[in-house]
């Protein structure tokens, strides 16, 4: 009899054998499961990492599972069960894993350095505060990004908004003042500058920038992972080809970034997160 298994279940499947087959179950140590966001959804998560999970099982022995996910909210969720071993993590996710989960960073991932959040309007917007957002509707981004929802919401602290709408993507934000559905958005400078172009004829400018760098994301390690091999894990990934690291995006050799402002941001923001999905929105 044919069982059709579910696609997200068969490429982590496929994942695993690709390791597995190398060598019997008895030899495997344990198993590693690496998170990663995977925004779009497509198969070629598999191909970037495969050689990297190759050479991480290979060296420690273990079998490897990469476990990709769509969305921040999922990604939350899989930290909050503690079910990553290594997590490849953007900012905002890095803070809420070593705040709240007791993941340890190991290295910086490759990313743009002295990125900042910043609130968007139209051109032709005559506003020129953040406080003057007050009863407006406002588009963020998804839980779990930093330039997106942290910092903004932290900006907006003690704000009453009509309506919070939470953009999947930069560009949708975006699209939604374009549109005029929301009358300020909040992405980062970079982001800005990618999608802004592709609006045309609109014109955006930027309302208000935070003063804070946003840190660069990290390759965590997770608690459930044994003291003396986390150390040999940091070790072999440290060691690891420059080019293998470069294809995951990861500095082997680079300085994790001090998070101690990042965390208290979060910190602040969460106090708020219950009130969001109301009318008006009460940020304080």
Known sequence: MFLRL????????????????????NDINGTLTVGVLNYGGGEQIINQYAKFNSYLGEKTNSYIQLEPVFNENRAVERLEARAWSLVFAPPGLAAIAIARHQYAPLFPLIGINNLRSIFVVRKDNPITELKQLQGKTVALGQLGSATGYYFPLYNLYGTTLAEILFAPTPKAALELVARGKAIACAVSEAELALYGSQLAPTEFRI????????????????????????????KVMSDAPSGLAQEVGYVPNGQVPDYKYMISVVDRVSSITSKLQKKPVQLF
């Not at 499947?13 to 597995?20: D, M, P, Q, R, S």
């Open 6 to 25: 579910p696609r997200r279940l068969f490429l982590f499947n496929l994942l695993g054998l690709t390791f597995a087959a190398c060598q019997s179950p």
């Open 207 to 234: 309302l208000f920038k935070d003063p804070h760098y946003v840190p660069l994301g990290v390759v965590l390690i997770g608690p459930n992972v044994e003291r003396n091999r986390q150390e040999f894990i940091r």
